[in-house]
């Protein structure tokens, strides 16, 4: 058997002397059960298919690296950070502040690469987004943050970083709502 999410609005026309009084009797028409006793309102119907809203939880990409010429991989980083660091500390409180969650993954990470090292730049967090699909959290996600990592982007491409082609984010985990 299907499930359908049905919204009905009654449109019914009160007589009283002001806006609140006319609201004050709609209610009065309304029981703490949620009966309804309007006795000549017009019903409009909206019928939807029912499709529970999801959880999901979701990392995002900064899409940029930057090759860097080291002795090992520790050099590498160590530089890489050091041109970074303060964009990224300041780009990780301001998602922090939207709701984000830490991780506790490791920042960044750097491959070997003929004699240097792309050195990645990764965001820690993660935040749970309602969505009924993958897509559709991600580009929730993708909105949140776009402020935010437009700002820290254009300063990675300030520093010669160059742009990958990995998507905006991914999902970890999802669950319906109202489950754990």
């Known amino acids: 058997m299907s499930k359908f999410k049905v ?3 009654i449109e019914q026309i009160i007589e009283a002397d002001t806006r609140e009084k006319a609201l ?3 209610n009065q028409l309304i029981d703490v059960n949620g009966v309804v006793s309007f006795n000549t309102g017009k019903i409009k119907y909206q019928i939807e298919n029912y499709r ?4 999901w939880r979701c990392v995002p990409n900064v899409n940029y690296y930057l090759e860097i010429e080291a002795d090992d991989e520790d050099e590498a980083l160590m530089k890489f950070e050091s041109l970074i660091g303060d964009y990224q500390s300041d780009l990780y409180s ?6 984000f969650m830490e991780l506790s ?5 750097a491959e070997e690469y003929e004699g240097f090292f792309c050195c990645y730049p990764c965001i820690d967090l993660s935040i749970d987004i309602k969505a009924n699909t993958e897509e559709e959290a991600l580009k929730k996600m993708g909105d949140l943050i776009k402020p935010f990592m437009d700002s820290f982007q254009k300063k990675l491409v300030d520093l010669d970083f160059k742009k990958t082609d990995y998507p905006v984010g991914f999902c970890t985990d999802s669950w319906k709502e109202g489950e754990e």
């Open 7 to 9: 919204i009905a609005t």
């Open 94 to 99: 301001q998602l922090l502040d939207l709701g």
């Open 24 to 26: 004050s009797r709609a």
């Open 105 to 109: 993954c490791n920042w960044n990470f």
């Open 52 to 55: 529970p809203e999801f959880i």
